[in-house]
């Protein structure tokens, strides 16, 4: 290779900020990411509370189904008059009419039925009590779904109390769609509550513990945080922690699973919290992540549903109830019931969150409160505040100055973007300032688990990096999907009930995480090729009004030419369009009508509108090219809360500011969009609400970052290269001791840009390792096309 211009020159001497506990997980409840899970708990609904709180469909006996074998008679019914405990009342009751060949109950399991695998050990237990025949035995068994045997025990239930009767089951087939069945004879009636079966072969064979493989890929990532449990489902609910649908409460998810009290998840399903904060912070110690719980913080957006202030003391009690709890010795109130669950020794928490995407000025309020009292009693617990989930805006602005009043330590940004913003944006943190409370990047993703989606967040990655005097923590989201049971994607890690696979989102996160150094390395480029700068498109095109689930009249419309002054009237023109649910169903809804087109660059859209009825408003389309490529302003959004400014490319969303607004029904608003090459005003009755630019992505010829691993002195080199083209460079290491050094190198390279991971191919997309020598104190390096490259270079003598 001949000489090259081309360099990354890296000061081996010349330090930057720290990068702390930078990259971390998150843990959220949603995709069946507990319950079918992470959590190895391989009977669904096993105390029988599902309920439809949970879920429409739900019911005591969901996935339960009577068995009469032979000539039997039974009758399978719930009962709550004479529950095993308070907290989880309801309970099976098998009747035995005739008792043939067996009379009992079936479990299918989630997703296709319980996975077996020949010669593997299952733990079972139960409750049981029966009112007669207590000689009979009860008789458990993996069976296929065509009644084939796996494995068996018996045990005997001779008592009309309730007791926890146990029996280990090994299977002599692998079968990914059994079923656990108990049936028994005699006459009566045999009562059972809490079935439970559970691999032999946990994570670390935890009692009560984790589905192996998912949790090995987990703590393969080698994270510094985990935040946990979400997310939404963190305040979504009732204000009452004894309510069926409360707010997330870490006080009911401790103690013995069978006291635990079954939940609505708000994404739709059951919770048994049987993975509860216990186990959390255990996981967190196995893996070596520092535990980041997350807290509700007296307010649910989604409902307004708010804690009253002079009632708040109880929700700041749970807080330092909680760090207590983690960091308390045996002899306080909370780390005596910490020991007493098995774990003597404190946790060591250093971080708190209080709120998840919160919007709105109560949360706010509230926090303040949590604030103070946690700060005056645990001075060195970095608390996080929350911005909501939007990139920019107003409610992202009342986060910041929330947390700058009340000297936050951190505060949670959150955005779901396409990739093409995340390159846009990868020095988004450039200007943050290092005395200023520090960025949690607690949810981030590219809309997709394409190898373009990881190649744009490995870029966006760099930047946090390079940023690490402003940005303390990050990490992507969702984490974990079961295939059966998805409600968002992407995801980092998929999986079904026996196969679990990362995502080309998964190896970026991974060589992030296993090679993140400790203290930044100044590094600079030189002799490189200009940016690639994209081609100047003015956003024009059509225009079109619409309308998102409710009823809507626009008129008067005109379009003013901000160059020239040329106007194009609309005036008496009107236009009514209706999205109701009924509407779509019948296939008569209107959802948009074309105003015009435009070729201006420089204009203003001046409209009427009025909402006649349903629960959101009214969608401007511009700079439309067609239905995957445009803006949209879309007024009422969420709950007929937000109004937000988006771009759409590739049909991947990315929303550029939003604030709040409720579009009232019979109002009419005079709506005005003033475009101005790629910046974009809003206004609503001559109030301007928004305020953004619509960046386009400056490709860089490399996106880089190096830093030094104190344990070892490694120095580590990032580079992604987003190019169509290799990029031969130069890589020169100043001020270098005079050794001979050892370069491991791990890379993702030669994948098509649609590219994925998949269950027929979970390796497709991984990272290669090799290793190469530097003489002195440079090499060269070919960057292939489409890229993530680590160098960790070692001293070898």
Not at 153 to 173: F, G, M, P, Q
Not at 406 to 419: A, R, T
């Amino acid at each position: 290779m001949g000489e090259l211009h081309r360099m990354l020159r890296i000061d081996t001497q010349k330090r930057g900020a720290a990068l702390g506990d930078l990259f971390g997980i998150f843990f959220e409840d949603l995709n069946h990411a507990a319950d079918g899970g992470l959590y190895a708990e391989l009977i669904r609904n096993r105390s029988f509370e599902f309920d439809p709180i949970d879920h429409p469909d739900f019911h005591g006996l969901t996935a339960w189904e009577k068995v009469e074998r032979g000539q039997a008679k039974g009758e399978l019914t719930i009962e709550d008059k004479l529950p095993m405990n308070e907290r989880n009342k309801h309970y099976a009751v098998i009747e035995l009419l005739s008792e043939g060949d067996g009379v009992g109950i079936v479990n299918k399991g989630f997703n296709s039925g319980i996975p077996v695998r020949e010669g593997e050990a299952y733990h079972f237990f139960f409750y049981a009590r029966r009112d007669s025949s207590f000689n009979e035995p009860v008789r458990i068994t993996l069976e296929s779904s065509d009644g084939n045997v796996y494995g068996d025990a018996t045990v005997t239930v001779s008592s009309a109390e309730w007791n926890k009767y146990e029996a280990v089951l090994i299977a002599n087939r692998t079968d990914y769609s059994s079923r656990l069945t108990i049936v028994t004879h005699g006459s009566g009636k045999l009562y059972l509550d809490m079935v439970s079966l559970f691999p032999a072969q946990t994570y670390l064979e935890r009692p009560n513990g984790l589905r192996e493989d998912i949790a090995t890929l987990l703590a393969d990532l080698s994270p510094k945080f985990m935040r946990f449990p979400g997310g939404c489902l963190v305040h979504d609910g009732s204000l009452n922690p004894d309510d069926r649908d409360s707010m997330y409460r870490w006080k009911n998810t401790i103690g013995p699973i069978e006291e635990r009290p079954a939940r609505r998840n708000n994404w739709s399903y059951n919770q048994t919290l049987g993975l509860g904060y216990y186990e959390y912070f255990l996981f967190c110690e196995d893996i070596g992540a520092k535990p980041i719980p997350i807290l509700p913080g007296g307010y649910d957006p989604h409902h307004k549903r708010i804690v009253p202030i002079e009632e708040l003391s109880p929700w700041i009690d749970d807080a330092l109830d909680l760090i207590e709890f983690a960091n308390g010795d045996a002899t306080t109130k909370w780390g005596a019931v910490r020991a007493e669950l098995g774990h003597t020794e404190p946790f060591g928490l250093e971080y708190i969150g209080i709120g998840n995407e919160e919007v709105g000025e109560p949360f706010f309020e509230r926090y303040a409160y949590f604030h103070k009292a946690i700060k005056a009693k645990y001075p060195d617990i970095k608390i996080i505040n929350s911005s909501g989930p939007f990139a920019a805006g107003g409610e992202y602005e009342r986060g910041w100055q929330s947390a700058k009043e009340n000297h936050s330590d951190l505060v949670d940004e959150h955005f779901y973007q396409s990739p093409e913003w995340f390159l846009a944006n990868y020095d988004r943190y450039d200007h943050f300032k290092a005395d200023e409370p520090k960025v949690f990047l607690g949810e981030y993703a590219s809309w997709g688990n394409t190898y373009y989606n990881a190649l744009a967040e490995a870029a966006f990655m760099t930047g946090l990096e390079k940023n690490a005097h402003a940005v303390g923590l990050a990490c992507y989201a969702p984490m974990l999907c079961n295939v059966d049971y998805t409600n968002w994607k992407p995801d980092l890690i998929w999986f079904n009930n026996h196969e679990v696979f990362g995502t080309p989102n998964y190896y970026v996160q991974k060589l992030f995480m296993n090679h993140q150094g400790d203290q930044l390395l100044h590094i600079e480029a030189s002799g490189f090729s200009q940016r690639e700068q994209p081609t100047v498109k003015p956003i024009n095109g059509a225009i079109e009004l619409g309308t998102d689930a409710s009823s809507v009249r626009y008129s008067d419309a005109r379009i003013v030419n901000n160059d020239t002054g040329e106007i194009q009237s609309f005036e008496g023109w009107t236009a009514s369009l209706s999205d109701s649910e009924e509407e779509r169903l019948r296939g008569t809804a209107k959802q948009a009508v074309t105003l015009c087109e435009t070729e201006w660059e420089n204009y203003t859209l001046y409209v009427k509108a009025a909402k006649i009825s349903g629960p959101r408003g009214f969608v401007i389309y511009f700079g439309k090219d067609d239905e995957n490529n445009q803006l949209f302003w879309e007024i009422s959004g969420w709950q007929n809360q937000d109004s937000m400014i988006s771009s759409r490319i590739n049909g991947r969303s990315s929303c550029l500011t939003q604030s709040l607004f409720t579009v009232e029904a019979g109002a009419e608003y005079e709506l005005a969009l003033e475009v101005t090459g790629r910046q974009i005003r809003a206004y609503i009755n001559d109030e301007q609400i928004h305020e953004t630019v619509d960046r386009l992505p400056v490709i860089e010829p490399l996106y880089y970052s190096a830093s030094v691993e104190d344990s070892t002195g490694d120095m580590i080199v990032k580079v992604v290269n987003v190019q169509e083209r290799n990029v031969d460079t130069k890589v020169e290491f100043t001020d270098l001791l005079n050794a001979s050094y050892a370069i491991d190198v791990f890379e993702l390279s030669g994948h098509a840009l649609e590219a994925e991971n998949s269950f027929e191919k979970p390796d497709q997309i991984m990272p290669k390792e090799k290793s190469i020598r530097m003489n002195g104190n440079h090499f060269e390096y070919d960057f292939p096309k489409h890229s993530v490259t680590i160098f960790r270079i070692k001293r070898i003598g």
